[in-house]
């Protein structure tokens, strides 16, 4: 296997799956130490894939974001009677953000001898998560090809792109209040979580021995059973009793058991509302993660906030 086909987004997967693998021969099936190694691979494996997800979705939209001005710069060059490799020779050297090293490539490529039409499908195929930039090629290459205007051609090519860019704008400022819809339902989610743990929680920790009349509906802990009869959900109770563990806070006992429950749905409802926003703000569900870290982190921290002063 070469190391440079490695795809540097399926490291943290791998570690994550290592983890658990490890965790299993080391502990065995034991609840108790198996969830904590799924929870250290769950941060691992998955959250690092996201971050790296997006990063190079980011990337793709600014190199297609720069796309008309290099084709009109590169058409106003050609205007000056140069070759396509002297243009593209000569606009490597501007900024034009991510697209540049691609820019600098082709090139690279020209100088040596290889065809526009080689050297823009190299680029295509390196950009293949855009297909934007596949059409652009496309239509450069029959153009190319059919001996026409290739000036006319790039210039027509990237107005149409500046139209369809602006539309997108528009677009994306319409469905704003959509995805404000979406924050909002989150965050009167978190509300009704704080409001659970304030309330139900302690009428919850009834105890058999001072119950009196309501014995029969005295709470008992559902984690107890696990401390003597390990059953396949005591995973679950593993990762709530570490979290408890990380924020002493949260109590012991049941008081443990909802609160690092609440906790946990604050985080799985952040991290997959982040997504669908940005579904539909952006039409594209990796936009979406820069949303899920934003209500993560802030449901995270309000709730760890009211822990910390005592009123949750």
Not at 13 to 40: K, R
Not at 210 to 226: M, R, Y
Request: glycine letters at 6%; aromatic letters at 10%.
């Amino acid at each position: 296997m070469n190391i440079k086909n490695i795809n540097i987004k399926t490291i943290p997967p791998i570690l994550a799956v290592l983890i658990i693998l490890f965790g299993i021969l080391i502990f065995g099936f034991n609840p108790t130490y198996l969830g904590n190694f799924i929870l250290l691979g769950f941060l691992i494996g998955i959250i690092p894939y996201l971050l790296f997800s997006y990063f190079e979705y980011h990337a793709l939209k600014v190199i297609e974001d720069q796309l008309p001005i290099f084709l009109l710069d590169l058409a106003e060059t050609q205007k000056t009677g140069v070759t396509v490799a002297e243009a593209f020779k000569e606009l490597s050297n501007a900024d034009y953000s991510s697209l540049t090293p691609h820019i600098k490539a082709v090139a690279n490529q020209l100088s040596w001898g290889i065809t526009l039409e080689e050297a823009l499908i190299n680029i295509s195929k390196r950009l293949k998560k855009s297909s934007l930039v596949k059409e652009v090629v496309r239509i450069i290459i029959e153009a190319n090809r059919a001996g026409g205007d290739l000036i006319r051609t790039l210039e027509t090519t990237a107005n149409d792109l500046l139209v369809l860019r602006e539309i997108e704008k528009d677009k994306k400022s319409m469905l704003f209040q959509q995805v404000m819809v979406m924050y909002s339902i989150y965050f009167i989610f978190i509300a009704i979580i704080i409001a659970l743990s304030k309330t139900l929680v302690p009428m919850l920790q009834i105890n058999t021995q001072t119950a009196g009349a309501l014995s029969l509906f005295a709470f008992q802990d559902p984690c107890g059973l696990c401390l003597t009869q390990p059953q396949a959900y005591c995973i679950a109770c593993s990762i709530y009793s570490a979290t408890c563990t990380i924020f002493p806070q949260l109590g012991t006992g049941s008081a443990c058991y909802y609160r690092a429950l609440f906790i946990l749905m604050a985080i799985i409802q952040g991290i997959f509302s982040g997504l669908v926003a940005g579904q539909i703000g952006e039409n594209s569900v990796v936009a979406g993660i820069k949303h899920s870290l934003i209500m993560t982190l802030s449901g995270f921290a309000i709730i760890l906030i009211l822990l910390f002063m005592g009123q949750m």
